[in-house]
């Protein structure tokens, strides 16, 4: 398992509770796919499930590079005291987010 910085930035844990929301964030999108994969395999076989491991694979990197920009934050507030962050796991999420509203309109259009 590996270590998260070994000083804190703000004694209220900002950087933390963010980055425990963009874990809880991208599971739920992951999850959310999956999910939409069970209603939709039926109607719309391969494409269906293309659809969802995408979404569910975008969700999953969206919360990997999460856990990246919480160490780059964190070491850069403590060093320079300046915010770098990525919007990368941001674009990931909503990509995510658009697929999974893909598979509700197969749903919606096929059911």
């Known amino acids: 398992m590996s270590e998260g910085p070994r000083s804190i ?6 950087p933390e509770r963010t980055l ?6 991208c599971l739920a ?3 959310a796919n999956l999910i939409a994969l069970r209603f939709t395999i039926e109607l719309a076989g391969a494409v269906a499930v293309m659809i969802a491991l995408a979404g569910t694979a975008l969700a999953l990197a969206a ?21 770098d ?3 990368l796991p941001l674009l990931l999420a909503t ?11 197969i749903f919606l259009v096929l059911d």
């Open 63 to 83: 919360y990997a590079l999460a856990a990246v920009g919480y160490r780059r934050t964190t070491a850069s507030l403590i060093r320079d005291g300046v915010l």
């Open 9 to 14: 930035f703000d004694s209220g844990l900002q």
């Open 85 to 87: 962050r990525s919007a």
């Open 29 to 31: 999108f992951a999850t």
């Open 20 to 25: 425990l929301a963009w874990r809880r964030t």
């Open 95 to 105: 990509a995510s987010t658009l697929l999974l509203g893909v598979a509700a309109g």
